[in-house]
């Protein structure tokens, strides 16, 4: 039986190809995380990728022009505080100094491809050069996420040869592109493009949730002895990002992010400024429909209601949703077992709800609250992943 | 993540039952034409009996959920009238009656039955119990036989050339169903797919040493709608992956062991044991088996 979770609803948002853009926010938040060291006085200029926060493990590097004003504490990430300096922008978008782009990426030197990624912090998990497998990622973690369909339709090309770069640096013996079945212009996009590149294997999955979060992925695509040779796991929003830095070695100062929900008009993807504040971006860029709205982070399935919309974007800001919130009463458990049947990682909601079942595993994807009959809120007794 | 929710899947208590009763279809309208069609002497009041019992059930499950549902202002219609299964319960349990059933005592024990069902919380299988009941009660107040059954060849048993009540349309029907239910995730299958197949080997087996017909042991009596309608039932059956499996089969042995004695009685007689048990059943099979892997 098929036990695979199509969110319907989320097959009827569709979104224009043009580039939306919001570069102009009058400020930009950039976070003071424990252990950095401003590398720039206040009421000092700043330039456009110019390193302003050093640390032990990653440096940040401002994503715009401007003036240093203040230390704000008033700063939220994830609905934590956070102190932040504040850059009041120029809109000027001036660089230090202008590089020139690399003509091939893949005549690059591996170690030079790390260093670059290690040096602006591109990845969470850092590239494995001894692993044989790369998996592309062109699923959306969230049904209502519309990136990576983004950034297929539009930079293809780029994404294909940064990929072939990567296998030619790094010697990947196989390499996957995940796509699912639901959207033609993607399918459509990849196979016109993909028959230059013979090493890299297209795989059109069915369109099934949550096969969009990597452990899911990874457990569908590949075989044991895959797992057991190690595997590396790039996003298409990963490869365009180095595909940026290996061609003209600069930070990446932007992010893109869905911006969608049922009170807004229509659904976008919007490329913002890292350290952009979400009520700038609601104020600026959204036709609000409905007033009576939460604003959600990363999905309406599995996402974070933000408490405070000076919440900031960061690297793992992948949409805002406005949405209303489902307030249907919970009814009785009808026995049906789909909350178990569509778990992907074969766990017993019901069970854990009634105090016995094992929650170690759960991966917070939300399918069983989605898919539940009865409305029951299995959230509740999932535990929180921040916690 | 934390614990509000924003979207909610269009699956419900009115979306499975519908799709269960729109699967009777099959059955419905071969039965129709297999039992008052083909068979001399109708009257307008012959052919419409069978499906007037099935209508009975409906009226009596849709009055069921009308007075024992909490009404809010935001429900839809749909939900307040499929609030529980009862509605499908109606309609199966008037597809499996015979022509030879009292209207009267169909309805009035229907309806006595499920106002207990949703009175006292009990995980037990309603459509089993209701049968069982609604039986003893026909057979101990009526001399009537309660199923008739002409089959003039094999082939007659799978395409359901047999008389009696609506249900008894055989093999091709039951596919159908059967693909209909697959094919919309309806979880529970499983177990109506394990009841059938245990039931027709230990049959099989049986056939060789008897003088009876394969076809007749397994086709008679509705076992396979039996096991395909009321087997299932969501809140009295088991619902882990595994425990489905176990529950199907213990249904089909004992059915298959009730058999000689009631072979009316059988399949609902094993339901009704297996329901009680569902739990337990659920519990010792994820156990065990996960033992036995690791």
Redesign the interface.
Known sequence: ???N?E???ANNIKIDNKINTFYNPDNIYIPLYKGMKLNKDKDLNVLKNELLLKGSDFNIYSPISGVIKKIDDDIYINNKPIKAIVIENDFKEEVKKKKYATKYIDDLEPSKVLELMNKYNILDIPLNPIAKTLVISGIEVDP?ERNNTFIINNYSAKILETIDALINIFHFEKTYFCITNNNSEVVYNLTSNIGTYPNIKLKVLDNSYPLGLESVLVSKLLTKKELKWKYNYLTCEDLLNIYRILKKDNPISEKLITVGGNCIDESKVIAVKYGTKISDIIKNNIEITNDKY?V?ENG??????LSELNNIVTRNTRSI?L???????E?KC?????C??KCPVGL?P?LIKDGKGDKSKCI?C?AC???????I?F??YLG???E | ?????????????F??SLVRLLSLLPFILVGIYLNTFKINNINLFAFLKPLTYAFVGLIIGVLVNLIFTKK?K?DKLSDILF?S?HIEYGVILGCLMSPSVSLITFSITLLILFIISKLIDI?INVMALSFIIIYLITKYTTSFNLVERIATSDKDYLIGNITGSLLSTGFISYLIALFIL?VN?S????ISIYASITFAILTLIASFFTNESFYELVFINSYLFIFLYVASD????S???KG?KVYGILIGIITFSLMLITPILAPFIAILITSLFSTVIDKLSNKFLKKKLT
């Open positions: 039986m098929n036990n979770l969110v319907v609803q209502f939460l959600v309406l399935i599995a996402g974070k209601v949703f949405n209303t919130k489902d307030t249907r009463k009814k009808i026995n049906c077992g789909l178990m049947f017993n019901k917070h939300g609250t989605y898919v539940c009959p009865s409305l809120n959230k509740k929180d992943k921040d | 993540m934390n614990n509000t929710v924003f979207i909610r899947s269009k699956i419900s208590i979306t499975i809010n935001k609030s299964f995980k697959r995730s979880s529970k299958t499983d969501s809140i009295s059956s619902y882990t992956l489905v």
